[in-house]
């Protein structure tokens, strides 16, 4: 059982836009930076989103990021196929002094 | 090319020992700190141990502490994975990924950037 917490499935049409949810405790995303990171099945994963909202040069910006209070969001607009993957909230827990990672949501295109 | 690459998976039997490496390459090897997470097949992504850039520092999950062991060589560029007196529910897919860590006043930032391909253990009698 994951501390952070999000959906286990996520869809939504091609073209639109499909929200993520990650909710922790003031321990980790309270107090600290959220990652997210997209897993097509078979690979390894994949850094999208660091620092709550900062995308690595190569992601595109239909992938973004926020953070309020003890909660995270990962959106994706413009949905496409190819983002049909699994995607995982990270966060450092400072009561238990290690990263922990969401339960992964399974995003599908309708 | 900046890369991780595991190797040293397989089958054992429970009880059994397997030493897993984490070569990279692309970047300054000896100034970063290495994680390794593992994935049970269908599940998500659990982290295992750390080791900071000079060994120094070393963590473990409450679940592989006292069993893994984690150490370094910077000379080959390779960090690695002691595992022992292993179980069954250590069957995983483990990744290696180097992780940039900061600090500020606002909070603790741990980003995994690079990640390996990952190397499967099987552990069954």
């Known amino acids: 059982q994951s501390v952070l917490t999000q959906p286990p499935s996520a869809s939504a049409a091609s073209g639109q836009k499909v929200t993520i949810s990650c909710s922790g405790s003031?321990?980790?995303?309270?107090?600290?930076?959220v990652s997210w990171y997209q897993q097509v099945a078979g690979t390894a994963p994949k850094l999208l989103i660091y620092?709550?909202?900062e995308r690595p040069s190569e992601i595109p910006d239909r992938f973004s990021g926020s953070k309020s209070g003890t909660s995270a969001t990962l959106n994706i607009a413009g949905l496409q196929a190819g983002d049909e993957a699994d995607y995982y909230c990270?966060?450092?827990?400072?009561?238990?002094?290690?990263?922990?990672f969401g339960g992964g949501t399974k995003v599908t295109v309708l | 090319e900046v890369q991780l690459v595991e190797s040293g998976g397989g089958l054992v039997q429970p009880g059994e020992s397997l030493r897993l490496s984490c070569t990279a390459s692309?970047?300054?090897?000896?100034?970063?700190?290495i994680h390794w997470v593992r994935q049970v097949p269908g599940k998500g992504l659990a982290w295992v141990s750390e080791?900071?850039?000079?060994?120094?520092?070393?963590a473990y999950a409450d679940s592989v502490r006292g069993r893994f062991s984690v150490s370094r060589d910077n000379a080959k560029n390779t960090v690695y994975l002691e595992m022992n007196s292993l179980r069954v529910d250590d069957t995983a897919m483990y990744f290696c990924?180097?992780?940039?860590?900061?600090?500020?006043?606002?909070?603790?930032?741990?980003?995994?950037?690079?990640w390996g391909q990952g190397a499967l253990v099987t552990v069954s009698s």
């Open positions: 990924a180097r992780v940039n860590w900061s600090f500020s006043s606002i909070g603790v930032a741990e980003t995994f950037d690079i």
């Open positions: 692309g970047f300054i090897f000896s100034k970063s700190f």
């Open positions: 080791i900071n850039s000079d060994g120094t520092y070393k």
């Open positions: 003031s321990s980790n995303i309270g107090k600290n930076y």
């Open positions: 620092d709550n909202s």
């Open positions: 990270a966060a450092w827990d400072g009561s238990l002094s290690i990263v922990l």
